[in-house]
Structures are given as structure tokens and as C-alpha cells.
């Protein structure tokens, strides 16, 4: 069965410093790719999504980047961290094919800046 | 464009009460896809169903029921007899088939506090 792993869990960070966040799926080939943010008591923003390795679509304009290396891998990432990129992100995959098909998350990481 | 509204930003209900989250959606794509997640505290989001906008079949599993009406574009959610573990965000969701990365456009959540 597949599986989606996203760490750290937590994750405290002052302004200004780097970030990389990292989610792995296993069990599949091929999937869609997702990243979200949740601000406290907020809904979900989508911030990428990735339908292959190397290709990241950007859906707002922040610091944040995102890259695919490899094919389960998704990794989110800021050069610095500003204190508005305090949140709950959420990494999330589909199957590349049937557009019918549910997203399934991982557990987040909560990120405050400080 | 396709947008997801969910009304209630909070619900307060006792057990046992029954309870419904409305979703109400718009989009110009013909064929779409309907979703619903819970969030319990614990942060991460639960699957719970998928509705196809050909098939307006309502949908019951256990205590949980699902009205899709496509005349009101809603796709509203039931809990019977409801418990105090069914306290969690409750996001509506859609998905237009035509959409290039099959994204979900995700409705504000209903927080749902059950009191015992």
C-alpha cells in the first residue's frame, strides 16, 4: 500500500535562516506532487504542485521554492525565512493518472518562526 | 474558476445530536469531483469520501451521510448521533477535470466541537 512520509514533525526556526522540508511517498510510481499551507485556525493554501520529477508549479508568490529530484521525493524550501512563513504545511500525493482520485497527506510539520 | 464556500466556520453540537456541514460550490467545468477531509487536532488531513458530478447517488457509511444536489451545487455533509471523536476542521473540496495538476480547491473548513 502506499505510504507518504513528510518530516520534521516540528520545527523551530529563527528569521531569516534557511528551511528544507522533506516528504517521500512509497508504494507508487508517478504521482502528483503537493505542498500546502495552513496558517493557525486557517484553510489550505496551495503553495506547489509537481507532475513529474523537475516540474514545480508555483501557485503564489512568496520566499519559498520547491524542487523533485527524484520521482517520491518532494522537498519545500526558503533561502530565509521571513516571521509570515509560520504554519502547518502539509505535503500531499495523488496517482498521476485517474483525475477522480482523492489527495492523501502526511502527518505536517509545524514550522513557528521566531 | 472553481471556489469552494463552507458557511458555518464553527458548529457547537451535544452528542448524540445529529449535524450538517454544508458545502456549496462553483464551477463551469462539466465534469468534476467532490471531496470531503477531516482534520481531527492531531493536524493531518483524513480522506473521508469522493463524489463524481455524474452521480448524484447519496452515500451513508455508518453514522456519516452525503446530499449531493446539483441543482443547488452543494454537496453537504451529515454526522447522526454524533460523538465527541467526530470533533475536528471539516474541509469540502473539488476538483475539475480539466485541471492540469488535478488540484483541489478547497473550501474555508467547518470546525466542528462536539461536547459530551
Known amino acids: 500500500s502506499q505510504t507518504i512520509h513528510q518530516w520534521p514533525a516540528t520545527l523551530v526556526q529563527p528569521v531569516g535562516s534557511p528551511l528544507s522540508l522533506e516528504c517521500t511517498v512509497e508504494?507508487?510510481?508517478?504521482?502528483?506532487l503537493y505542498w500546502y499551507r495552513q496558517a493557525a485556525g486557517r484553510g489550505l493554501q496551495l503553495l506547489f504542485y509537481?507532475?513529474?520529477?523537475?516540474?514545480i508549479s508555483s501557485e503564489v508568490p512568496q520566499n519559498l521554492s520547491a524542487s523533485r529530484p527524484q520521482d517520491r521525493q518532494f522537498i519545500l524550501s526558503s533561502k530565509k525565512l521571513l516571521l509570515s512563513d509560520s504554519g502547518f504545511y502539509l505535503c500531499?500525493?495523488?496517482?498521476?493518472?485517474?483525475?477522480?482520485?482523492?489527495?492523501?497527506f502526511g502527518d505536517g510539520t509545524r514550522l513557528s518562526i521566531l | 474558476a472553481q471556489k469552494v464556500t463552507q458557511a458555518q466556520t464553527e458548529i457547537s453540537v451535544v452528542e448524540k445530536e445529529d449535524v450538517t456541514l454544508d458545502c456549496v460550490y462553483e464551477?463551469?467545468?462539466?465534469?468534476?469531483?467532490l471531496f470531503w477531509y477531516k482534520q481531527p487536532p492531531s493536524g493531518e488531513l483524513v480522506f473521508l469520501i469522493r463524489?463524481?458530478?455524474?452521480?448524484?447517488q447519496n452515500e451513508i457509511s455508518g453514522r456519516y451521510s452525503w446530499n449531493f444536489q446539483k441543482s443547488t451545487s452543494s454537496f453537504n455533509f451529515t454526522i447522526t448521533a454524533s460523538q465527541v471523536v467526530d470533533s475536528a476542521v471539516y474541509f469540502c473540496?473539488?476538483?475539475?477535470?480539466?485541471?492540469?495538476?488535478?488540484?483541489?480547491?478547497f473550501g474555508g473548513g467547518t470546525r466542528l466541537m462536539v461536547k459530551p
Open positions: 500531499a500525493w495523488r496517482p498521476g493518472t485517474h483525475s477522480n482520485q482523492p489527495q492523501h
Open positions: 508504494g507508487t510510481s508517478n504521482p502528483n
Open positions: 509537481s507532475v513529474g520529477i523537475g516540474q
Open positions: 464551477t463551469r467545468d462539466t465534469t468534476y469531483y
Open positions: 463524489r463524481n458530478s455524474f452521480d448524484e
Open positions: 473540496a473539488l476538483s475539475e477535470a480539466k485541471n492540469a495538476g488535478n488540484m483541489l480547491t
